[in-house]
């Protein structure tokens, strides 16, 4: 197989969950790889569809579990969600169904939340509910969620993605497991912000000034990482780190341009 097209990018976008780690289980090879990239002239972000963290927060994480990480280095769909808010509703009054952490993103993006930072409604009118991948959920932000949807609200989430991948085999339920009950309670379907929307690459794109064919993506996940790519015209790279396995690749209608076994195996293309 060619590497040409993997070795021409200039970018890489890495997911995290699944292909750089697993919970506080860093995968062989990843530090070495992220480290290494700027010599082999190769710029990278982290790239992450979870919300329930702050862009400042993923920074604090990487560096504990041994990553270089600047700010300029991540970009989380919390931060997306922000910019999205600003770009299509601009003014709007949102109601937050999140975490601390996301209410926090989303204020810095000076977004006029309706909600104080423990979750509590201070308003009755609402523009617009937005729903993240929400680890501190309890049953009042579901109640409110549900009510202003039903009531007219435009709805957004920041990803689609059903669970959020453990140690130990286990998962978490994500965001778009979250919205599946909104939808089923309410009637109303969200915009997605986060992978697979190209958006995610497109406003990366526009911040460094790289093109897009030559942004590479690189993840776990086929319905998330993979299909941002094809979406976005961009290089796809699958790792069997995480949640896809080989049988998934092969039922795939749309295959990555590539198929590793880890992040090692990059790295020792792209160093070759």
């Not at 986060?194 to 690459?201: A, D, F, S, T």
Request: net charge negative; glycine share 8%; aromatic share 8%.
């Amino acid at each position: 197989m060619s590497y040409r097209k993997l070795k021409e990018c200039e970018l890489f976008l890495f997911d995290m969950d699944g292909t750089l780690y697993l919970g506080d289980n860093v995968y062989f090879g990843a530090v070495e790889l992220m480290n290494e990239l700027p010599s082999l002239g190769k710029r990278y972000i982290y790239l992450t569809n979870n919300s329930s963290r702050a862009g400042e927060d993923y920074i604090t994480r990487l560096r504990r579990l041994g990553f270089p990480c600047e700010r300029e280095n991540v970009f989380t769909s919390g931060m997306a969600t922000g910019m999205y808010l600003n770009q299509r509703h601009k003014g709007a009054k949102v109601y937050l169904a999140g975490t601390r952490a996301f209410y926090r993103e989303l204020v810095s993006y000076g977004i006029d939340l309706v909600n104080d930072d423990a979750g509590h409604t201070d308003a009755e009118s609402v523009d617009v509910v937005v729903q993240g991948f929400d680890t501190e959920l309890v049953y009042e932000k579901l109640d409110r969620a549900c009510h202003f949807l039903r009531r007219g609200a435009a709805f957004i989430a920041a990803n689609p993605d059903w669970v959020c991948p453990m140690p130990h085999d286990e998962v978490l339920p994500d965001c778009g497991s979250i919205c599946a009950l909104l939808t089923a309670s309410s009637g109303k379907k969200p915009t997605y912000i986060g992978k697979p929307n190209r958006n995610m690459v497109d406003v990366i794109s526009a911040m460094t000034g790289i093109p897009n064919e030559k942004i590479c993506c690189v993840g776990d996940r086929l319905y998330t990482d993979i299909a941002v790519a094809q979406n976005a015209g961009a290089v796809s790279v699958l790792v069997l780190s995480g949640e896809t396995d080989s049988t998934m690749v092969e039922a795939a209608e749309r295959k990555p341009d590539y198929v590793l076994t880890d992040v090692h195996e990059l790295h020792n293309i792209l160093k070759a």
